[in-house]
């Protein structure tokens, strides 16, 4: 049973261009959220977050939007520079449970010259 | 300053055997999570360690342990290795309880033939 989603295993974007990135979740007790990054043999770094009480954060490049009514939320990133092709992992956390994270499988971003 | 360190970056093990992988924390962080990611599949949560106490556990078999030193190095075990235990183990260290604040270390990459 997926709590979260990331329908998309890849996405290919032109350099400059806008890069949205989806991840939909099941679970309505998650209240906090995050999306990180991986490149290949190194571990994930965190991204950004967003809390259930905002429908925005925002941070550079980098911009999450949360729907919670659709229990959707996307990260924007404009312009896509070369350096973010890699792998976006979307990430949840629940109310009461903050020792773990869940995580979707991951969307990988390919920014092309 | 290092970076949360794992050792050994990559091994290869016989289906039974037993393994310990090892995560050495940034300085100053108290907490430690481990967190398997199999091959297409986002992390899922084993541990969380904090003050060398066990603060959460996923939902993984008894064959998986762990526990965390003074020092706050931390080490997962594994017994009775199965072919499906082939994964990435991914490290995480933190100041404090919960899912704020995380650095991933490189990673783990057991093979179990």
């Known amino acids: 049973d997926q709590q979260v989603k990331q329908n998309s295993p890849s996405l290919s974007v032109q350099e400059g261009r806008i890069s949205i990135l989806n991840c939909d979740y099941t679970?309505?007790?998650?209240?906090?959220f995050l999306w990180y990054k991986k490149y290949p043999a190194e571990g994930p770094t965190f991204l950004i977050s967003?809390?259930?009480i905002k429908d925005k954060n925002e941070d550079g490049r980098f911009t999450v939007f949360l729907n919670k009514s659709a229990k959707h939320l996307s990260l924007h990133i404009v312009p896509s520079q070369p350096g973010d092709s890699a792998v976006y992992f979307c990430a949840a956390s629940e109310l009461g449970s903050n020792y773990q994270l869940i995580w979707g499988a991951g969307t990988k971003l390919i920014i092309k010259p | 300053d290092a970076g949360v360190t794992q050792s050994p970056t990559h091994l290869i093990k016989t289906r039974g055997q037993h393994v310990t992988l090892r995560c050495s924390p940034i300085?100053?962080?108290?907490?430690v999570s481990w967190y398997q990611q199999v091959l297409g599949q986002g992390p899922q949560f084993i541990f969380q360690?904090?003050?060398?106490?066990?603060?959460g556990r996923g939902n993984f078999p008894d064959r998986f342990s762990a526990r965390q030193f003074p020092n706050y190095s931390s080490e997962l075990n594994v017994n009775a290795l199965l072919l499906g235990d082939s994964a990435l183990y991914l490290c995480?260290?933190?100041?404090?309880?919960?899912?704020?604040?995380?650095?991933f270390g490189s990673g783990t990459r057991l093979t179990v033939v």
């Open positions: 995480a260290s933190s100041g404090g309880t919960g899912i704020y604040g995380y650095t």
């Open positions: 360690y904090y003050e060398k106490e066990e603060r």
């Open positions: 300085s100053g962080h108290k907490s």
């Open positions: 967003i809390s259930s």
């Open positions: 679970n309505s007790m998650f209240d906090y």
